[in-house]
């Protein structure tokens, strides 16, 4: 298999200054560090949850038009643990073995 890497925002791009807020909802958690990350699966696995992620930019059309979906399920599906990972805000490697 291979690696999967997003873009590592530096803050000198345009797209740093954007607002993230819309990310984030009511049973749905931004998740901007790999410390939230790990924090957040260990939570899931602790509570026995499924996780929902959603990799998701605030400046992208298609990741804003989907937002309104992915919140209703959230709300519909409490015993899931909803995740909006910020692709710019958060740069990190899965690997397959």
Known sequence: M???????????DAHSQL???ELAYRN???VTT?????????EANRDGKIVVVN???SWSN???SIAPAYNELADKYPFMLFLTVDVDELAFGTGAQ
């Open 55 to 57: 990799f998701s930019a």
């Open 34 to 42: 790999v410390d939230k990350w790990e924090e957040k699966l260990s």
């Open 62 to 64: 298609p990741c804003r």
């Open 2 to 12: 291979g690696l999967c890497w997003t873009k590592l925002n530096t803050g000198n």
């Open 19 to 21: 607002p993230t807020a």
């Open 28 to 30: 749905v958690h931004l």
